[in-house]
């Protein structure tokens, strides 16, 4: 079983990204492919998934993102595709947040989710996702409340804006996301 692999993105599909390692590339299925960038170099956290006539490796940006995928798949009528598709809408604390409050409407939002569907995932994971309201901002999360508060927001529209952002995305991102989010 493989964990983790580091090389060179060579090649971003629709539904999957190409990783060279050691002249090697592998075909990696990944929840979003496009917020990865062709000729960079990074580690992708892997899941393997052996079935009777393939091997298939699933990609992630972050071990979160990999153990919230892991945790969604075990639910029962949530195969790797609707995972996919769920952490490809959305943000792994905004995913983890709404699985935690029993929000089963946001869930419904996801391509393939229902009612049935979304009431198994909060009855499966609830109480399993680790979600610690009191664990440090992440430096990203910390200069994006610095920018927005030199830009001349109160703290009540930064907390709103923040929301919903993911903390594994680089800083301008964010920045962009939650500039987004105040017009909402």
């Given at each position: 079983m493989y964990s983790y692999i580091k090389g060179t993105i060579t090649e971003i599909k629709a539904a999957s990204?190409?990783?060279?390692?050691?002249?090697?590339?592998?075909?990696?299925?990944?929840?979003?492919?496009?917020?990865?960038?062709?000729?960079?170099?990074m580690t992708i956290y892997l899941y393997q998934r052996v079935m009777d006539d393939k091997i298939i490796l699933y990609g992630f940006k972050s071990r979160r993102e990999k153990d919230l995928?892991?945790?969604l798949i075990s639910v029962s009528g949530i195969g790797p595709k609707s995972a996919n598709a769920i952490l490809a809408s959305?943000?792994?604390?905004?995913?983890?947040?709404?699985?935690?409050?029993?929000?089963?409407?946001?869930?419904?939002?996801?391509?393939?989710?229902?009612?049935?569907?979304?009431?198994?995932?909060?009855?499966?994971?609830?109480?399993?996702?680790?979600?610690d309201s009191s664990k440090e901002t992440s430096d990203s999360l910390a200069e994006v409340e610095e920018a927005l508060s030199a830009l001349g927001y109160n703290k009540r529209e930064i907390?709103?804006?923040?929301?919903?952002?993911?903390?594994?995305?680089?800083?301008?991102?964010?920045?962009?996301?939650?500039?987004?989010?105040?017009l909402k």
């Open positions: 990204i190409t990783v060279e390692n050691h002249g090697i590339g592998y075909k990696i299925i990944t929840p979003n492919p496009f917020k990865f960038q062709k000729n960079e170099e995928f892991i945790k959305g943000s792994v604390d905004a995913i983890s947040r709404a699985i935690e409050n029993g929000e089963h409407k946001y869930l419904q939002q996801f391509p393939g989710i229902g009612p049935k569907a979304s009431q198994q995932i909060v009855l499966d994971l609830k109480g399993k996702i680790d979600i907390r709103r804006a923040m929301k919903h952002l993911d903390s594994e995305e680089k800083t301008d991102v964010l920045v962009k996301q939650a500039l987004k989010n105040m």
